[in-house]
């Protein structure tokens, strides 16, 4: 009997353990359950942010190209506004230089005009050209060049302000084999700016020092020396930083606006070379370097002279031009050089009168009010297609104050024979207008 009533209290003894078991498991499970809910809200949230972040980030990539393209609109923009005051300028100072009663101190004056456009349209160059080098929109058209006749054309560009505060500029002779791989205009565009940057710094009858020589490494070494103002170990540190300038006098007889060395710095180094500044002090003048590789190709041949212009032939010449004083002056400087002129103030009177193919040539600008200057080229075009005349057709020139790379071809694509970008100096576009064909 005792054996028999002990069996069922054994029984209930080993339920209360497993029942006590079962209830501990329960318990870790529950834990268990708890630390999983909490592990997921904390992944959920840490999720929650990384979109957040994503999306953020996203936001300020979108805002800072937003921001990019307006910038460069507004640049665009600037130039092109800052650059129609300088056609009138430039061409009523052409005017006056030709004048029959042109005296020295007409000539002296008109000289300073011309100069200060050309010093004007050089800045407005460099602030463009420092913005699309930033955002990568610079593409480089390489060919072999010989080195002599880069920094030839360059000295003849800084020349005018050389001879203005009797500087001496001394070029030595660089042989006709050393041939580089670039691009003319862009290369032409450093040398430029540095030797502008040495005459802007050396003071009134200063030296300004020109030579090259080439390496054991297969680089050709450009070396510009001047006697002039000198620099500090800081500023040469920071010397082609973007708006970076020398110590100015509240004068700022100096100029500039402290991007023409960056857009060197920039230029070389996508030609593969390096720049490079030293100065042993202030007031002791400064030496800037040019290293770029030499190329293996051949020297090319010169250039080869065009047709010369032929004399006294009179042309019929349409301007379209809504500038009141630049077409004013335009139609004077031509009409002095022997064509006859008419004008027309917007899109639609000039698509007009060029339809009535009455011209040998037509002067366009492209932002003109009612029908902008690609539109009427390309509606021109279209019409000469139609009525089989195209082999008759006028030579168009585009003369706009927008000069960025894809204006141009914009401008070339829509029919335009050549594209001269405001201020255009006289002698270009008389010259541009000679190769009419008679």
């Known amino acids: 009997m005792n ?18 078991a079962l209830e501990l498991e329960a318990e870790q499970l529950r834990g268990d359950l708890a630390a999983s809910l909490a592990l997921t809200a904390s992944l959920r949230e840490a999720n929650e942010h990384l979109v957040l972040a994503a999306v953020d980030a996203q936001t300020s990539r979108d805002d800072a190209e937003e921001t990019n393209r307006r910038q460069n609109e507004f640049l665009a923009m600037l130039a092109h506004e800052l650059r129609n005051p300088l056609v009138p300028i430039s061409v009523s100072a052409s005017l006056l230089e030709r004048s ?25 160059d460099d602030l463009l050209d420092a913005a699309r080098l930033s955002s990568g929109k610079i593409t480089l058209a390489v060919e072999p060049l010989r080195l002599a006749e880069l ?68 680089f050709v070494t450009v070396t510009i020396d001047d006697n002039g103002s000198g620099m500090s170990s800081e500023t040469i540190g920071r010397a082609f930083d973007l708006f970076t300038q020398g110590p ?17 710095r920039n230029l070389v ?12 002090g202030l007031g002791q003048g400064s030496t800037f370097t040019v290293s770029l590789p030499l ?31 630049a077409s004013d002056v335009l139609r004077m400087l031509l009409e ?45 075009r279209a019409a000469d297609a139609g009525t089989g005349t195209g082999g008759n057709r006028p030579l168009t020139i585009a003369l706009s104050g927008y000069g960025q790379p894809q204006d141009r071809e914009r401008a070339l694509a829509a029919g335009f024979d050549r594209y001269l970008v405001k201020p255009v100096a006289p002698g270009v576009l008389i010259e541009a207008l000679a190769g009419v064909a008679t």
């Open 151 to 218: 920094i030839e054309h360059a000295a003849e560009t800084v020349m005018p302000r050389v001879r203005e505060r009797s500087q001496e500029l001394a070029i030595a002779q660089v042989a006709d084999t050393l041939v580089v791989e670039g691009d003319r205009v862009r290369l032409t565009q450093v040398f430029t700016n540095l030797l502008n940057n040495a005459s802007k710094y050396t003071q009134d009858s200063g030296r300004i020092a020109v030579a090259a020589r080439v390496g054991a490494d297969g």
């Open 295 to 325: 190329s293996n190709a051949a020297a090319p041949g010169g250039v080869a002279d065009g047709a010369a212009p032929v004399a006294g032939i009179r042309r019929r010449i349409l301007i379209v031009e809504d500038n009141v004083d």
């Open 269 to 280: 180094t996508m030609h593969g070379g390096s720049v490079g500044a030293a100065s042993p």
């Open 100 to 124: 029959p009663v042109n005296t020295a101190t007409l000539a002296r004056l008109t000289g300073v005009i011309q100069r200060q456009v050309g010093h004007m349209a050089h800045l407005l």
């Open 336 to 380: 002095v050089e022997g064509h006859q002129v008419e004008i027309a103030g917007d899109g639609h009177a000039g698509l007009a009168l060029a339809l009535e193919g009455r011209f040998d040539a037509i002067v366009c600008d492209i932002g003109l009010p009612g029908l902008d200057g690609l539109e009427l080229m390309a509606r021109l």
């Open 3 to 20: 054996l028999m009533a002990a069996t069922p209290g054994n029984d209930d003894g080993t339920l209360a353990l497993r029942l006590a």
């Open 248 to 264: 100015r006098t509240l004068a700022r007889s100096e100029g500039g606006l402290g991007v023409g060395l960056n857009v060197v």
